[in-house]
């Protein structure tokens, strides 16, 4: 389903934790890591394929969430010729996206990768709002930038304790104060997410074969 300048209609979702922290998704059998995102099917409006991608590639239902803000007009982004199958070359241009900056209210163990028989994601981990833009390939390295710098008036306001994160000023003395625990170490009581890793950060960059793009439009 393409518009009539050869966009298709997409959605991309900016999940954030308590921590104001961004889901990052390691598409399977890659090095690459990228927001969740998808076409929008006919019929469907963009919240609804919101709803879709959300639960197909990360496996959280609208209970999961609530959803903070959304970009207000369509951010297209093209596609080079390399990406696109030959068959759709001429008519295909690329992608125009709504995307939509969403709350976890669940948990991390709700979070899911084998929502269904064809996950998007093999691993997946929490970023700093501000992603490296470097590591994002550059054809989508403009509609990341203006979806972040326009959703980021609506992130959530932090608790007081975050100043003391910031500064590196917060104590153990503090934290029992405040009757704040440390989280526990991965395996120490802790069951991890159904697909979830600890993993260091991504090092050969986010979406370096942007797999979507490569299929023919529908």
């Known amino acids: 389903m393409l518009d009539r300048d050869g966009f298709r ?40 394929a919101m709803f879709r991608e959300l639960h197909e590639e990360v496996g959280l239902h609208p209970e999961h969430v609530r959803i903070i803000a959304r970009t207000r007009d369509w951010l297209r982004y093209e596609v080079p010729d390399r990406y696109i199958r030959r068959d759709a070359r001429g008519h295909y241009k690329g992608q125009k996206q709504i995307w939509y900056l969403l709350q976890l209210v669940g948990h991390d163990w709700n979070l899911n990768l084998r929502a269904t028989n064809h996950p998007e994601f093999d691993a997946w ?10 590591v ?9 930038e203006m979806a972040l710098t326009e959703l980021a008036r609506y992130l959530p306001r932090h608790d007081h304790r975050n100043r003391y994160l910031r500064s590196g000023m917060r104590t153990r003395e503090h934290d029992a104060a405040e009757g704040v625990q440390e989280p526990p170490a991965p395996g120490v009581g802790f069951e991890l997410p ?10 050969n960059g986010m979406d370096a074969q942007p797999a979507k793009d490569q299929h023919a439009p529908s």
């Open 9 to 48: 209609p997409n959605v991309g979702i900016i999940l954030l934790n308590q921590k104001n922290q961004v889901f990052w998704g390691k598409r399977i059998r890659t090095h690459s890591w990228q927001f969740p995102q998808g076409g929008i099917d006919r019929g469907e409006n963009p919240e609804q």
């Open 125 to 134: 981990r929490w970023n700093d709002y501000w992603v490296p833009l470097d």
């Open 136 to 144: 994002v390939v550059e054809f989508k390295r403009g509609v990341y």
């Open 194 to 203: 159904p697909g979830a890793t600890f993993d260091p950060d991504p090092q």
